[in-house]
């Protein structure tokens, strides 16, 4: 496992540790790498991100229309491996983990050890000093920086 | 092989901690890549110190480089975590015959024996070693017999034959769990990382006894992971009812079981009452078992 | 009301149980159940699913067939599952209850599950 920012490590190692997911990545709204586990190629996250983004941006969108407020989550079923895309609000904007899982785990501990995330990250979020600079001005360096720092480029 | 080289890779690539580096050092070794062995084997070992085969594996690679002193170190980790280990005294043995020391290759080579009754390859080099101690031989000679196994080790041109790759592990006679053979197909103590320690084993079933507690090790961890985050305290028993058998599980717990359980296979139409008091006495026997080892 | 009803309140009604759940094994999520306040029911179905279906897979994996029944003793309570056709019967309870009673009841069930 490697994470951007530190304040997200030990909430994700426990999911990993917990859930037994073959993959995951965690990312802000917009797309932009905190963490991620499995993954062999840092374009392989890049892709992985922004299609998650896309797809919690159109889920949300979709339930807004349907039911007056946005999905969730999203789970897909493939023949040998499942995803699913959940979202963590945090005090600093939500939080999205994707997470790819095969036939050693099971949708209901993913979706169970994904609540207990949701808690523990967005505690973790509180402990963050509320001062530090966005960095949303500099997304392109700032999600480079991201990369490199997770697999070991720096 | 190489796409069983791939394979594994990913595997290990995905579960750092899985036991695949096992395989996959050993077919990077019979590959000729001992440099990407002897890497993936050192990862490995760091995760599981105390897995006998880690070491063992090591202790081959190490056979294959001429480092008879790393392999020798190695095979004696290998014994002090199960000194009946048939491959590490295999393996100590014919370092020892390489170098001279033929008193010590012949104990280790009759302790591979004693494992391995039916191995043709200990017998011949055990009767060699004892007919040049018989002759009082003051060197050992050019060649070493080989074994069967298609495992070629690499040596050094100028070195004598290949130190073989050791047999898989036997647990030697004497379980004790003699007393509850009658009513149990199997009883076996197995570490944390499904390994058995010592067990029930009619002859020449070591390998069936092997993979009875590798497969069914993942139901404690299991079932320990249910139980932490279900808040029902440590699990005490487990019995699986399956058409051909009924299997038991306890943890040997304290100081002395660690992470090991005790494992008890009964016919399937014993009454459940009778499979608890079995696993039980079992577990007693277990725990005295390594407390004598300790 | 789902036709598991009648077998979850069976098992129910006994003393000690505190949850009874139908299960599907590949997923982990209830299919139905019957729960005391208190209980977490997603939590139960997840993670004794994922036991029940390692044990099942275990069993077979070692050559004694497909997986039957399930018992498990813990400190502070027990469980029982038994499984049919991608579901699982699954009971929760504590120490105090009598385990062959409990057992009988989720056998008679288990052909209800399909």
New interface residues.
């Given amino acids: 496992m490697q994470t951007a920012e530190a304040w997200v490590a030990t909430p994700l190692r426990q999911f990993l540790d917990d859930a037994r997911v073959r993959v995951a990545v965690l990312m802000n709204a917009s797309g932009q790498v905190l963490g991620q586990a499995g993954f062999a190629r840092s374009t392989d996250v890049m892709s992985a991100c922004a299609l998650a983004a896309a797809i919690n941006a159109t889920a949300g969108e979709l339930g807004r229309q349907l039911e007056g407020k946005p999905f969730e989550g999203v789970h897909v079923a493939g023949r040998d491996q499942q995803a699913h895309l959940g979202v963590a609000p945090t005090p600093r904007g939500p939080l999205l983990l994707l997470s790819v899982f095969d036939e050693h785990t099971s949708l209901g501990l993913v979706q169970v050890f994904f609540e207990e995330f949701r808690a523990r990250i967005a505690k973790a979020a509180l402990a963050i000093d509320a001062s530090a600079p966005q960095l949303a001005a500099d997304f392109e360096s700032d999600l480079n920086r991201n990369l490199a720092a997770l697999f070991g480029r720096t | 092989m190489s796409d069983e080289i791939h394979r594994l890779s990913d595997e290990l690539?995905?579960d750092p901690s899985s036991l695949a580096f096992l395989r996959l050092a050993e077919l990077l070794r019979r590959s000729g890549d001992v440099a990407a062995a002897e890497r993936v084997a050192q990862r490995g070992r760091a995760r599981h110190p105390g897995l006998a085969a880690g070491h063992d594996l090591t202790a081959r690679i190490a056979a294959d480089r001429g480092d008879v002193a790393a392999a020798e170190d190695a095979w004696r980790t290998v014994l002090r975590l199960m000194p009946a280990h048939a491959g590490a005294n295999k393996g100590l043995g014919f370092l020892a015959y390489r170098t001279g020391r033929l008193r010590d290759a012949e104990a280790h080579l009759a302790q591979a024996a004693r494992g391995n009754p039916d191995d043709e390859t200990i017998a011949v080099a055990l009767a060699t070693v004892r007919a040049e101690l018989a002759a009082a031989a003051p060197a050992p000679p050019a060649v070493v017999v080989a074994p069967a196994a298609a495992v070629p080790a690499a040596v050094p041109a100028a070195g004598p034959a290949a130190i073989p790759a050791p047999a898989t592990h036997v647990e030697a006679a004497g379980s004790p769990f003699a007393d509850l053979s009658a009513d149990a197909d199997a009883i076996l103590i197995v570490d944390r990382d499904g390994l058995v320690l010592t067990g029930t084993a009619p002859a020449g079933q070591s390998e069936r006894e092997a993979?009875?507690g590798a497969?069914?090790s993942?139901?404690s961890d299991?079932?320990e992971?249910?139980?932490r985050?279900?808040?029902?305290?440590?699990?005490?028993?487990?019995?699986?009812?399956?058409?051909?058998?009924s299997?038991a599980l306890a943890p040997i717990g304290g100081l002395i079981g660690g992470d090991a359980v005790v494992l008890v296979?009964v016919p399937r139409t014993t009454p459940?009452g009778l499979v608890r008091r079995v696993l039980d006495r079992a577990t007693q026997l277990a725990r005295a078992w390594l407390e004598a080892r300790a | 009301m789902s036709a598991f009803q009648p077998a979850l309140s069976a098992v129910m009604r006994l003393r000690g149980v505190t949850a009874c759940l139908v299960v599907d094994e590949h997923d982990g999520v209830i299919v139905d159940s019957t729960l005391q306040f208190g209980m977490r029911g997603n939590v139960l179905a997840a993670l004794l699913a994922s036991l029940f279906r390692k044990a099942r897979q275990s069993v077979a994996a070692a050559g004694f067939g497909d997986s039957a029944f399930l018992t498990l003793e813990a400190e502070r309570g027990r469980v029982c599952a038994v499984g049919q056709g991608g579901l699982v019967l699954i009971a929760v309870a504590d120490p105090r209850t009598n385990l062959g009673l409990l057992r009988v009841e989720l056998n008679k069930a288990r052909a209800g599950l399909g």
């Fill in positions: 690539a995905h993979e009875l497969h069914l993942g139901v299991e079932a992971r249910a139980m985050h279900l808040e029902l305290g440590a699990w005490a028993t487990i019995v699986i009812e399956a058409p051909g058998a299997v296979a459940l």
